[in-house]
């Protein structure tokens, strides 16, 4: 690059007596013979120190570091798919006894040893479960339906929560019957179609309860009858606006966050978005 500018610089003003000196005076064989082992021991050392060196150090990083996580990440989803471990191992229960019990719950101290083999004490809070519906209204728009949310005050938050429906089980009660059950008492609603969602655990560390979900679709309207110490609002509020509010987090109940955000994603590969 340097030489061609310094060509383009010298050709331009040039006369036309000093291009025949210059090609006179670079034909004479005294500046010739001086010229030519200049450019002889000038031009292989710098051809062998550019190449070789280049070559090498190009090639082989390439190569590597386009091979290495190539193989890892198809290797990560293959590990992942084998998690089918037999769950029925339990651990071996010592001595239970109750340290508490109300209407709701009771709270036991287990002296046990685990699947492991350690030997531990564990507080475990026990509930009959609990169940929770996502009412939907898709009469309207099927990728975008209704959902019911209720307001209410809870004392263990300290603040009003926006949440689905939910209620605890009676003992030995079906799931279905008492979501059924807690969906009319709540909102009024009725549902004439219902299909399970999820089943889970909120707090598996101290917390025995296990929350069912389920979906009721066809609703039809009724008169709510929540039971004495609840003071429930509810109102429908479309999907899309629901997940919103959870991305904002104007939502932060549990139960509503696993439902709703499990239910749109399930939704969005139905309708292939």
Same mark, same amino acid.
């Given at each position: ?6 060509? &383009? ?9 000093? %291009?025949? @000196? ?15 082992? *200049? ?8 051809? %062998? ?38 769950? !029925? ?17 009771? &709270? ?10 350690? !030997? ?6 026990? /509930? @009959? ?24 005050? *809870? /004392? ?64 039809? %309207?009724?008169?709510? @009858?929540?039971?004495?110490?609840? *003071?429930?609002?509810? *109102? ?28 749109? /994603?399930?939704?969005?590969?139905? /309708?292939?978005?």
């Amino acid at each position: 690059m340097p030489k061609v500018k310094k060509a &383009v610089k010298a050709a331009e003003p040039m006369t036309a007596e000093a %291009a025949a @000196h210059e090609i006179a005076t670079a034909v004479k064989p005294k500046k010739a013979k001086a010229a030519k082992p *200049r450019i002889a021991k000038a031009a292989k050392p710098k051809k %062998a120190k550019a190449t070789k060196p280049k070559a090498a150090k190009a090639a082989k990083p390439k190569a590597k570091k386009a091979a290495k996580p190539k193989g890892a990440k198809a290797a990560k989803p293959k590990a992942t798919k084998a998690p089918n471990a037999p769950v !029925e191992q339990k651990a071996e229960l010592l001595s239970s006894e109750v340290v508490f019990e109300g209407p709701l719950f009771r &709270v036991l101290r287990d002296r046990l040893i685990e699947p492991g083999g350690r !030997e531990g004490v564990r507080d475990v809070v026990r /509930h @009959h479960g609990s169940v929770v519906i996502l009412a939907i209204d898709n009469t309207k728009s099927k990728k975008n339906p209704w959902v019911v949310i209720e307001r209410q005050y *809870r /004392h263990a938050a300290g603040r009003f929560l926006w949440e689905l429906p939910a209620g605890k089980l009676d003992p030995g009660e079906d799931a279905l019957q008492g979501a059924q059950r807690e969906l009319e008492e709540e909102t009024g609603y009725r549902a004439k179609k219902w299909k399970p969602l999820v089943e889970y655990y909120p707090s598996p560390g101290f917390l025995g309860e296990s929350m069912k979900v389920f979906v009721a679709e066809g609703l039809v %309207a009724g008169d709510a @009858h929540p039971e004495d110490d609840e *003071r429930i609002e509810f *109102r429908l509020v479309k999907l899309s606006q629901v997940v919103k509010l959870i991305e904002k987090g104007a939502i932060l109940d549990g139960k509503t966050l696993t439902s709703v955000l499990l239910f749109a /994603h399930k939704m969005a590969g139905k /309708h292939g978005k």
